[in-house]
């Protein structure tokens, strides 16, 4: 089976490459131009998309890199400075799984030929009572992500692999310490990739959105003592 297989520059994305391609299918990586700013963290930084290419170096598949800045800007970056400014609290994440990952790429990996998609998130494909893909959570529950993904629909699924999501994240990174992926010792990337660490989302929405103190409340309403 033809495979693109998202690739953003971490252990868990890098040991899918690999498993797809001990299993003996013609993979091609692929890593996301996401985001034109300046970032130092998360898949849109100038390193992350290094250490993916010489990842799928090591593994010897070829490499591909797609530049999707405007439709992330437009679906992921503006609806996510709009939401803090109604006082929404926002995942830009699955907004960017929503429209980017499993929409946008899904429709080059067509035009390009590729029967299925993968990704490096920690979830798995199951089967209902009359024979239809279902998402399920991840065998490592503390490394779970089902929730960023939850929005695909059964066609999407169908077409979709999640390699590493019958293992135990200690398990992706023994297998990726046994091949010396340059990955294999990354720490795991729990950033908004367009904030960089050291402005913070204070500094990015501030240059973007005015900013007011807020009231935290309960579910219920009421300001806690």
């Known amino acids: 089976m033809k495979v693109l297989c998202a690739m953003s520059g971490g ?34 930084s100038v390193s992350d998309v290094d250490d993916a290419r010489r990842v799928a170096q090591q593994l010897d598949i070829d ?6 800045g405007d439709e992330f800007t437009r679906h992921v970056v503006d609806p996510y400075i709009d939401a803090h400014r109604d006082g929404i609290t926002p995942n830009p ?9 499993f929409a946008r790429l899904a429709e080059r990996a067509d035009l390009l030929g590729f029967d299925a998609i993968a990704t ?3 979830a798995r494909v199951g089967r209902d009572a009359d024979g239809g893909p279902t998402l399920e959570r991840g065998a490592d529950r ?6 960023v993904v939850h929005m695909l629909d059964t066609r999407q699924l169908s077409r979709t692999l999640f390699p590493v999501g019958d293992l135990q994240k200690s398990d992706v990174r023994r297998l990726a310490a046994t091949l010396r992926l340059r990955t294999a010792d990354k720490p795991d990337s ?18 973007r959105i ?11 309403g009421r300001r806690p003592r």
């Open 11 to 44: 252990v868990d994305s890098s040991v899918a490459a690999l498993l797809l391609r001990q299993d003996g299918h013609d993979v091609v990586g692929v890593t996301l131009k996401l985001w034109g700013g300046d970032s130092d963290t998360g898949c849109c």
């Open 63 to 68: 490499h591909v890199v797609f530049n999707f």
């Open 93 to 101: 994440c699955i907004e960017c799984n929503r429209t980017i990952k």
């Open 120 to 122: 490096g998130h920690h």
């Open 142 to 147: 503390d490394k779970d992500q089902s929730y």
């Open 190 to 207: 729990q950033d908004v990739c367009f904030i960089t660490s050291g402005g913070g989302r204070t500094a990015f929405l501030g240059e």
């Open 210 to 220: 005015p900013l007011r103190r807020g009231t935290v409340v309960d579910t219920s």
